[in-house]
């Protein structure tokens, strides 16, 4: 969603503000700007577009200072143009940068109209503006202001104030969508995402839910919601240095995708003794946790619900006990019914997904026996928020369509599914043992899935002039295939669709001719004999298959069907090894079609918004 980087220093920030918010490129955005004070003045510029057109501006209309707010922009209220992007301004006295949305804008924008404010934008961050300028009228102090303001605000911000009349200090306030402030020699950063600042420091500390602060170019005052003062100190950021660039590859999807081996090494890395999932990996109260354990909930949204999906096969086949998988946004409006014993887990790379982060606050109103996430960013609101949290140290993912965090969540996932499966003895301890030396074969299974891109890019040239295609798969192959699907829409924006191929007799049949491809995944397993029937269905009425299969599975190339052959060595990871063809199908499309692969059109890569 919307970006935002702040600076304060002895030296002149735009270009640091300019970094900032190229690094945050890959959230996804339509508009950016940037605001400074300089000669007792705030000055702006923004522009509809790329970052890049911002500093473009820059270069024929220099500003700079030594303090100043930028904002990348993704489009809730108002339509993407120069005057809804922020920095949005109060009496040309106060300038403020918003991510999130304000719910009670309205009532607010009538208020303040009716005490004399002009609104010059169709934004609810205008309401913030003018309010935090009204309260500010009866406060010591900005800080003292915003906290007034936030006070009547309902919905989430992340939000970052400047004031005219005060060059050396910042107010920032969070609710609901995450800051982070970063500290140098002798100045200060606020972004919303760390990897904006890796540049110019890697000292960090998060902004919790509620608080304001005022920074500095040395110090940070941290208010708790009710006025305390909170004590905390920043802490060094372990995240590589390198994570912002593509080195050899055209598209961090594609660097994201060939990373994998690697992500899922470090993923196992420490967890797995010779024969048995080490259990506190997932919290050191884990042990007595999953033990105890009678039923899973797992929440998530997006890609993050396809790992979920997958979990459920795997957790009650290996440990017979109830696990339920529900889409965040669903969960968190609807009532539902807790039995006693059940663990809630929550799924998600960015930790931030406004709808995962409401559904964990309201599961823990409901008397789970405890909560666990599976992450990739630490320090996130999901980790800080859970009781226990397993992070998948994925690495940064930028591009925004999910690949690297995807195959991570599912091997954590297995472990997990494994970790139960030991601690209630519902499998073998000789098939424990074989799903342990499966875990780490994966990398070296990967990477021979993802020796096959080269005709995986052939067969893209297929699908160029398509613009709807099927996916399908059974078993936990079938929340593979949504994923296939979505990554397919997502980024070459084909319509696709995904299937339990045994639902297309009930339906989607009659969408099959010529001009449909449809994707099967096809490892050897106990449903193969059943796949195959479903993909004659689809041969007979003319559809073209493209099949992902083990060698095992015996299909042979023939009218109608091209094949890919994947080799996953058990069927416990066979999900993990299938996901990585479609990864690679998706993006060669995209290429092949010339979509912006790392920044999909309306696509954000943390949803911190409804
Ligand atoms: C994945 O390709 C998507 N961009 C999206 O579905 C994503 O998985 C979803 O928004 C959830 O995000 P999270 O994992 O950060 O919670």
Same mark, same amino acid.
């Given at each position: 969603m919307c970006g935002i980087v702040g600076a304060i220093a002895q030296r002149d920030i735009a270009e640091i503000l300019i970094e900032g918010l190229k690094r945050l490129e890959y959230r996804g955005y339509d508009s950016a700007g940037l605001a400074v004070i300089s000669d007792d003045k705030i000055a702006r510029l923004r522009r509809v577009g790329k970052v890049a057109e911002l500093q473009k501006a820059m270069a024929d209309e220099p500003i700079d200072g030594k303090i100043g707010i930028a904002h990348t922009r993704w489009a809730t209220h108002g339509e993407p143009n120069e005057k809804n992007a922020h920095p949005h301004f109060s009496n040309d006295e106060i300038a403020v940068v918003h991510n999130g949305i304000i719910e009670n804008y309205e009532p607010l924008r009538e208020e303040l109209k009716s005490q004399g404010y002009t609104f010059s934008t169709d934004t609810d961050t205008e309401v913030m503006a003018h309010l935090i300028e009204r309260e500010r009228k009866s406060s010591d102090s900005l800080l003292q202001?915003? +906290?007034?303001?936030? @006070?009547?605000?309902?919905?989430?911000?992340?939000?970052?104030?400047?004031?005219?009349?005060?060059?050396?200090?910042?107010?920032?306030?969070?609710?609901?969508?995450?800051?982070?402030?970063?500290?140098?020699?002798?100045?200060?950063?606020?972004?919303?995402?760390?990897?904006?600042?890796?540049?110019?420091?890697?000292?960090?500390?998060?902004?919790?839910?509620?608080?304001?602060?005022?920074?500095?170019?040395?110090?940070?005052?941290?208010?708790?919601?009710?006025?305390?003062?909170?004590?905390?100190?920043?802490?060094?950021?372990?995240?590589? @240095?390198?994570?912002?660039?593509?080195?050899?590859?055209?598209?961090?999807?594609?660097?994201?995708?060939?990373?994998?081996?690697?992500?899922?090494?470090?993923? &196992?890395?420490?967890? &797995?003794?010779?024969?048995?999932?080490?259990?506190?990996?997932?919290?050191?109260?884990?042990?007595?946790?999953?033990?105890?354990?009678?039923?899973?909930?797992?929440?998530?949204?997006?890609?993050?619900?396809?790992?979920?999906?997958?979990?459920?096969?795997?957790?009650?086949?290996?440990?017979?006990?109830?696990?339920?998988?529900?889409?965040?946004?669903?969960?968190?409006?609807?009532?539902?019914?807790?039995?006693?014993?059940?663990?809630?887990?929550?799924?998600?790379?960015?930790?931030?997904?406004?709808?995962?982060?409401?559904?964990?606050?309201?599961?823990?109103?409901?008397?789970?026996?405890?909560?666990?996430?599976?992450?990739?960013?630490?320090?996130?609101?999901?980790?800080?928020?859970?009781?226990?949290?397993?992070?998948?140290?994925?690495?940064?993912?930028?591009?925004?369509?999910?690949?690297?965090?995807?195959?991570?969540?599912?091997?954590?996932?297995?472990?997990?599914?494994?970790? &139960?499966?030991?601690?209630?003895k519902t499998l073998p301890e000789s098939e424990i043992t074989n799903i342990v030396s499966q875990l780490k074969r994966l990398p070296i299974d990967i990477n021979e899935a993802l020796s096959m891109d080269k005709r995986i890019e052939e067969m893209a040239e297929e699908f160029n002039e398509k613009e @709807?295609?099927?996916?399908?798969?059974?078993?936990?192959?079938?929340?593979?295939?949504?994923?296939?699907?979505?990554? &397919?829409?997502?980024?070459?924006?084909?319509?696709?669709?995904?299937?339990?191929?045994?639902?297309?007799? @009930?339906?989607?049949?009659?969408?099959?001719?010529?001009?449909?491809?449809?994707?099967?995944?096809?490892?050897?397993?106990? +449903?193969?004999?059943?796949?195959?029937?479903n993909m004659e269905e689809v041969r007979a009425r003319g559809g073209q298959l493209y099949v992902f299969a083990d060698k095992e599975s015996e299909i042979a190339e023939n009218n109608g069907i091209k094949i890919i052959h994947c080799s996953a060595s058990s069927h416990y990871i066979a999900p993990i090894i299938f996901t990585v063809p479609l990864q690679l199908l998706s993006y060669h499309v995209a290429v092949i079609r010339g979509t912006d692969v790392d920044q999909p059109r309306n696509l954000a890569k943390s949803v911190t918004v409804e």
């Open positions: 202001a915003v +906290l007034k303001a936030t @006070h009547l605000l309902e919905g989430a911000y992340g939000t970052v104030v400047m004031e005219r009349s005060q060059p050396e200090k910042l107010v920032v306030a969070r609710s609901g969508s995450p800051l982070v402030l970063g500290k140098g020699i002798g100045e200060m950063f606020i972004a919303s995402d760390q990897l904006a600042l890796l540049a110019v420091t890697r000292q960090f500390m998060f902004l919790e839910e509620g608080e304001v602060a005022e920074v500095s170019r040395r110090d940070v005052t941290i208010l708790s919601p009710d006025g305390d003062i909170v004590e905390r100190e920043f802490e060094e950021s372990t995240i590589q @240095h390198d994570a912002g660039d593509k080195g050899q590859f055209r598209h961090f999807m594609m660097k994201e995708i060939f990373e994998q081996p690697t992500s899922i090494n470090n993923t &196992l890395e420490g967890r &797995l003794n010779n024969n048995s999932v080490i259990t506190e990996s997932f919290g050191n109260r884990a042990p007595e946790l999953l033990a105890k354990a009678e039923s899973v909930q797992i929440i998530a949204c997006g890609t993050s619900f396809h790992a979920a999906m997958v979990a459920k096969y795997w957790i009650e086949s290996m440990v017979s006990i109830p696990c339920n998988v529900e889409i965040a946004s669903e969960y968190r409006y609807r009532k539902t019914v807790v039995v006693p014993n059940s663990l809630f887990i929550s799924i998600s790379q960015s930790g931030e997904t406004a709808d995962t982060l409401a559904a964990l606050r309201i599961a823990k109103q409901q008397g789970f026996m405890a909560s666990l996430t599976i992450c990739n960013v630490p320090g996130s609101s999901l980790v800080r928020e859970s009781d226990m949290a397993f992070m998948t140290r994925a690495g940064t993912e930028i591009g925004v369509a999910s690949t690297k965090a995807f195959t991570t969540q599912l091997t954590g996932l297995l472990m997990l599914a494994t970790a &139960l499966a030991q601690s209630k @709807h295609c099927l996916f399908l798969g059974r078993g936990e192959q079938y929340p593979i295939a949504m994923e296939g699907a979505l990554k &397919l829409k997502e980024i070459s924006y084909i319509h696709a669709e995904a299937y339990a191929a045994g639902e297309l007799k @009930h339906g989607p049949l009659a969408l099959i001719d010529q001009d449909m491809p449809v994707v099967v995944v096809a490892p050897n397993n106990e +449903l193969i004999e059943k796949l195959k029937s």
